[in-house]
């Protein structure tokens, strides 16, 4: 256990500059929009979806401790980094998000892939899950709670209401002019601020809120949805108990809409990125669940 640990403490010290040289780089062809990945190691194939405001790197910790036994791929979404970023909030609609993961699928010569997604990268995965279920063998998601929840929560709780004040924000016109690559910066650890700022450099803001403006809930909030299909595949859930933007409250009931064996595991102490600020404990509860 101890060895185990020390491995995941070197694996996590990695530089942006030092992974970069480690991975291999390449693009999906989605109808047209290029999709650019970071593939390292070899195995069953493991594809992660990153969420706002991120790029591919977001997933250094899990990339470097899972890439022994597993080919992982991180990709770059839509209007992010190296990716196409194509105008008009119609070509942020989830279908195309969704699309835009099963062109890398198939660009790597797969049917399926173990799929991970945070933030908005979860909400790109659960529609996998959903309504592409034969391209998903397993489903981890981090800090996005079931749709299903969400609404219900914003429908109904006041502190959710409250705190998805930033989305409503995002979805204003023009919104994406008063925001700046060192404001999005602070939202990550201090040494790894030049890679994000280089990144949200290459990056469209307007395209990254447009996600929220194509596919985010809008007042009035209501509990009723579009009706989905329940997730036929095991799934893994972690939540940061200390993420303000999506409260922990919209996970309960999530066993209603999986018809399959459901893992969730809480943690106390991280935030809205649990797959940083728990890195260890994230890369190894993945590795063990997929074990079995």
Do not use: C
Not at 78 to 85: C, H, I, M, T
Not at 156 to 180: D, V, W
Not at 223 to 231: C, H, K, L, Y
Not at 253 to 274: E, M, Q, R, Y
Request: hydrophobic share 40%.
């Amino acid at each position: 256990m101890r060895l185990w640990v020390i491995l995941m403490s070197l694996a996590a010290s990695l530089s942006a500059a030092e992974l970069d040289k480690k991975v291999q780089h390449a693009y999906a062809d989605s109808n047209g929009v290029k999709i650019h990945y970071a593939s390292l190691g070899s195995g069953p194939l493991i594809v992660m979806i990153h969420g706002f405001p991120d790029f591919w790197y977001s997933w250094r910790h899990q990339m470097e401790a899972l890439s022994d036994k597993y080919q992982v791929v991180a990709i770059d979404q839509r209007g992010y980094n190296l990716s196409d970023k194509p105008k008009g909030v119609e070509n942020y609609d989830m279908k195309l998000l969704v699309g835009d993961v099963l062109a890398v699928i198939k660009a790597l010569g797969k049917d399926k892939a173990i799929i991970v997604g945070h933030d908005w990268g979860g909400a790109v995965a659960w529609s996998l899950a959903m309504f592409a279920p034969q391209a998903v063998e397993r489903l981890i998601i981090v800090n996005l709670p079931h749709m299903n929840g969400l609404r219900r929560e914003l429908a109904g709780n006041p502190e959710q209401q409250k705190n998805s004040q930033y989305a409503r924000n995002f979805q204003q016109e023009g919104a994406h002019l008063k925001i700046t690559p060192e404001m999005l910066a602070g939202l990550v650890p201090e040494a790894e601020r030049p890679a994000y700022i280089e990144a949200y450099k290459r990056s469209d803001f307007e395209a990254m809120l447009n996600y929220y403006k194509r596919n985010y809930p809008r007042e009035p909030y209501t509990n009723d949805g579009p009706p989905v299909p329940n997730v036929k595949m095991p799934v893994l859930m972690f939540h940061g108990l200390k993420d303000t933007a999506l409260l922990p409250g919209a996970l309960n009931d999530t066993w209603k809409w999986i018809d399959a064996p459901l893992t969730l595991v809480t943690i106390p102490n991280a935030g809205h990125w649990s797959h940083w600020d728990a890195a260890p404990l994230v890369s190894k509860t993945i590795r063990s669940w997929l074990s079995y």
